[in-house]
């Protein structure tokens, strides 16, 4: 029988550990492999993104089904979501090293073969592991501060993978970093073996209806997708913005330390503000925050590079709340509609999709419109430069206030906090 969640930090190690190799896969799926296979096999890159739009869409699209088999897997005896995790963990492993250190036969049309299979077996690994993880921390339960401490060991050591993954392949190559990978996930999947866990058996009722028939949950589902657009807008275009706007090319690495190293650092602050004002309050100051930010950005031009960085560490702050409260709202809801030790899977299912579709929809919509205005990749002009400074700046602000006032009206009025710090009931 695991321990129930105690508050200690080896608690949120044993739990949270996880976070750090599933961010850690993450950033080089979606950075590193499109390059890789272009550069190194000369796959075309019409090509290759068609294949990632496919095989992300349908990653998307089982994502509640994985969600809502999860929380069978949940329901049967303690030992076997963990031996779930450590399949899923078995198969994200190979399948990644596969993906990134293809072996010497594969060649030809037998490359795009490899690539469509491999990231394919990567992308269901990668979504069951974080499903069980999300969902078995949402069962531990507990009231808005304990909450937000659960999901801050998660979302801290996440950053701790993505500063990690985005060394790593530049200094040591791909090969290591696989191996460091492997040994990371390895270790990981041993420490959720001891993790606090609380266990339950799910209703037929609540296994038969879909999250989506809880008012609470599509309310925060729109804020979330509102400002997930906002925040992946930015993510899409700031290369471009560093190199064309700033003319700042090679320091890219600076300013993504100090953007997600500032939202590590920030986690233990968030979680601070929670206990005084509630998740829901916390995360609008954040959202205010990061729109006040990008604001002040819309000011910046050839050689701000200091400017910039201090840009990239207030955003960073914003960012450990983005991670880190509406995840822990996700277990109030579920805790307030009753569905607690019952449905977190079918719920983060849902939730994962949503991120995956934020991602999406912010590259349908950022890029469409800089080339509508008139911008290219190395475009030097005022009105090209201006259109990536509205795209960059101006669109995410736009969005971020419209989460703000969303959150405001649909939620924080709907959910005001009780007295002893948690949930106010969900309707």
Request: charged share 10%; aromatic share 10%; with cysteine.
């Amino acid at each position: 029988m695991n321990p129930a969640w105690t508050g200690r930090w080896t608690d949120g190690l044993r739990y949270g550990g996880l976070g750090l190799p599933l961010a850690f896969a993450a950033l080089p799926l979606y950075v590193v492999v499109p390059n890789h296979y272009a550069g190194r096999f000369g796959v075309p890159l019409a090509v290759l993104g068609a294949v990632l739009l496919g095989v992300r869409l349908l990653d998307a699209l089982v994502d509640p089904w994985i969600g809502r088999w999860a929380d069978r897997v949940f329901a049967r005896p303690p030992a076997t979501a963990w031996t779930t995790a450590a399949i899923a963990a078995l198969l994200l492993a190979l399948a990644f090293h596969g993906l990134m250190v293809p072996p010497a036969a594969v060649q030809g049309t037998g490359v795009l073969v490899w690539f469509g299979v491999l990231l394919a077996a990567t992308t269901l690994g990668y979504s069951v592991l974080s499903i069980l993880h999300q969902a078995w921390g949402a069962r531990l339960g507990g009231g808005e501060a304990q909450r937000a401490r659960v999901v801050a060991w998660r979302e801290g050591l996440a950053l701790a993978g993505v500063l990690l993954a985005s060394v790593l392949p530049t200094a040591a190559g791909l090969p290591v970093t696989t191996a460091v990978f492997a040994l990371a996930l390895a270790a990981a999947v041993v420490l959720l073996r001891r993790a606090p866990r609380a266990d339950g058996a799910p209703s037929r009722l609540h296994a038969a209806r879909s999250p989506l028939h809880t008012p609470a949950f599509r309310r925060l589902l729109a804020i979330y997708l509102v400002n997930g657009i906002a925040s992946a807008i930015p993510a899409t275009l700031v290369l471009f913005f560093i190199r064309d706007r700033l003319q700042a090319p090679g320091l890219e690495p600076l300013f993504l330390l100090c953007y997600f190293g500032a939202g590590a650092l920030s986690i233990p602050v968030w979680v601070r503000v929670v206990r005084r004002v509630g998740l829901a309050r916390g995360w609008w100051i954040a959202m205010v925050l990061a729109t006040a930010v990008f604001a002040w950005a819309t000011r910046l031009g050839p050689g701000d590079v200091a400017a910039f960085a201090a840009v990239c560490v207030l955003s960073g702050l914003a960012l450990g709340a983005d991670l880190t409260l509406p995840g822990a709202m996700v277990a109030g809801v579920i805790q307030g509609a009753g569905h607690g030790g019952a449905a977190e899977g079918a719920y983060f299912g849902w939730w994962n999709f949503a991120t995956k579709l934020n991602l999406a929809l912010a590259a349908g919509l950022a890029l469409p419109v800089l080339q509508w205005a008139g911008y290219a990749p190395g475009a030097s002009t005022p009105e090209a430069l201006d259109a990536l400074t509205l795209a960059y700046c101006l669109i995410p602000c736009a969005l971020k206030l419209l989460a703000a006032t969303l959150l405001a009206v649909l939620w924080i009025r709907h959910h005001p906090r009780t007295q002893h710090g948690g949930p106010a009931p969900c309707h």
